[in-house]
């Protein structure tokens, strides 16, 4: 029978044996197939009268020869990646280097990973074959692979170890626990095993929030990243996980609030990051023995300070929302105090009218208000002569404008008519000029009228 593909592939492996086709244009394509199955093979194209045949093999030969390819014998337990710079500056993994010329070196940095311990320990003991492929030549590299450490081999176990409750193996400072026992120190049992829902902060969560071990009914959390940490009876806080107020603190620092999936503020802190105060202590100004106001009452207290109104009934501005644009007159209390810090305002009601009036704090901040006795109001309109003036305005426009037009119309006629004038005066002409003038009587001659015979 003839030979498969891999036994011809093993045999040219083991001699390290370099195969080239020579063949035929039409079967090149053929015959590549056959090359990317076969190590060490090229395909070369041969002239019909084989001339070529000394240059193919010395052309594919120069390939070769100017070629590097490492290979190994490694199993499916083991990876071998190669890096290398070839002729360049930077270094790439890669175990083929081209272009290479006699007596050029190359250097490959070679990796053994072990990816997973065979289960036959007879394989545990092993070596691997890097070679460059068709050359005699290759490195052999013993492995020994530590797929088990001293603490694991039988004569090092513990039984039922007092370090697992007596109720497990330990081994290599873990404990391997009995049938019905778990947990870290085996210390849990199956009964206790019904504790799991304990763990859980909702039916469909996770045990521990996936951040922690349950142990006995009762979360172990997890370490968090560097020297963050994870809490929380279902391991749902931390420390690392929720926005951060402008000084960079989770929750504003525990005086302020807790991360436990979003801030969790303390009593007296609101928002997202617990930055906002609910102590409206801040917006309450110094007014004497009066009744205290919150933002003088012009305005809202968030967050400790005073958002001033700004609407119909008024504008105010100021720390404690205590100077204004337009103020309430209702609301003025109207003493005479003689005082040089006045601040000026004026308030105009719903018809137009305004109020001005000024005020100012005494030395024990007591506020002091100077208001005008007299409403200013405009002058009521007369509707009857605005009426008037503005429908005789409207028929005075109006007149004068069909005045216009009528003088523009009778401009328009009168060049018209000049100009038809000028074309009535070409057309007559004298009866010297008038080509068409006859006299009215004309004189014919008989043409066989002849006086002599008469």
């Known amino acids: 029978d003839y030979p498969s593909l891999s036994q011809i592939n093993k045999i040219l492996v083991e001699n390290k044996i370099n195969v080239i086709f020579a063949v035929p244009e039409q079967k090149i394509p053929l015959y590549n197939i056959l090359s990317s199955k076969i190590e060490a093979s090229y395909a070369g194209k041969l002239l019909k009268d084989s001339s070529n045949i000394v240059h193919l093999i010395q052309g594919q030969y120069n390939k070769i020869r100017s070629k590097v390819i490492l290979k190994n014998s490694s199993n499916e337990f083991m990876k071998v990646t190669y890096v290398s710079k070839c002729l360049g500056d930077n270094a790439k993994e890669t175990n083929v280097c081209e272009n290479m010329t006699v007596g050029t070196t190359v250097d490959f940095d070679i990796t053994?990973?072990?990816?997973?311990?065979?289960?036959?320990?007879?394989?545990?003991?092993?070596?691997?074959?890097?070679?460059?492929?068709?050359?005699?030549?290759?490195?052999?590299?013993?492995?020994?692979?530590?797929?088990?450490?001293?603490?694991?081999?039988?004569?090092?176990?513990?039984?039922?170890?007092?370090?697992?409750?007596?109720?497990?193996?330990?081994?290599?400072?873990?404990?391997?626990c009995e049938k019905n026992h778990y947990g870290k120190e085996c210390e849990c049992d199956e009964i206790q095993h019904s504790k799991l829902f304990q763990c859980q902060q909702t039916n469909t969560s996770e045990l521990c929030s996936g951040r922690g071990e349950c142990i006995c009914g009762e979360c172990d959390c997890y370490a968090g990243p560097g020297d963050e940490e994870i809490f929380g009876?279902?391991?749902?806080?931390?420390?690392?996980?929720?926005?951060?107020?402008?000084?960079?603190?989770?929750?504003?620092?525990?005086?302020?609030?807790i991360c436990c999936g979003k801030c969790i503020c303390q009593p007296g802190w609101t928002g997202d990051d617990c930055d906002c105060t609910e102590d409206q202590s801040t917006c309450i100004a110094s007014i004497g023995n009066s009744?205290?106001?919150?933002?003088?009452?012009?305005?809202?207290?968030?967050?400790?300070?005073?958002?001033?109104?700004?609407?119909?009934?008024?504008?105010?501005?100021?720390?404690?929302?205590?100077?204004?644009?337009?103020?309430?007159?209702?609301?003025?209390?109207?003493?005479?105090?003689?005082?040089?810090?006045?601040?000026?305002?004026?308030?105009?009601?719903?018809?137009?009218?305004?109020?001005?009036?000024?005020?100012?704090y005494n030395e024990s901040n007591e506020l002091y208000i100077f208001a005008q006795n007299i409403k200013e109001c405009p002058k009521p309109i007369n509707v009857p002569l605005v009426v008037g003036i503005v429908a005789g305005g409207v028929f005075l426009i109006g007149l004068i404008a069909v005045l216009i037009i009528r003088f523009c119309i009778h401009l328009k006629d009168l060049r018209d008519y000049k100009k038809f004038q000028e074309e009535v005066d070409k057309l007559k002409w004298g009866q010297e000029t008038?080509?068409?003038?006859?006299?009215?009587?004309?004189s014919y001659q008989n043409p066989t009228y002849n006086p002599k015979n008469n």
């Open 112 to 176: 053994v990973e072990l990816l997973s311990c065979p289960q036959n320990s007879s394989l545990w003991n092993t070596n691997i074959e890097i070679s460059p492929i068709g050359l005699q030549e290759y490195l052999q590299v013993d492995v020994d692979m530590l797929c088990e450490c001293d603490c694991e081999k039988p004569e090092n176990e513990i039984v039922k170890s007092e370090n697992c409750s007596y109720a497990g193996t330990f081994e290599c400072g873990i404990c391997t």
């Open 233 to 257: 009876q279902y391991c749902q806080c931390d420390t690392f996980s929720c926005e951060r107020d402008s000084e960079g603190k989770i929750c504003g620092g525990p005086s302020r609030g």
């Open 291 to 360: 009744e205290p106001l919150v933002c003088s009452g012009h305005g809202d207290c968030i967050c400790g300070k005073c958002k001033c109104h700004n609407d119909e009934h008024g504008s105010y501005t100021g720390l404690y929302c205590e100077d204004c644009n337009y103020l309430d007159v209702l609301a003025l209390a109207v003493r005479k105090v003689e005082n040089k810090n006045e601040k000026l305002c004026v308030f105009k009601d719903n018809d137009g009218c305004s109020f001005t009036f000024k005020y100012t």
């Open 434 to 442: 008038n080509p068409l003038y006859k006299k009215a009587v004309s």
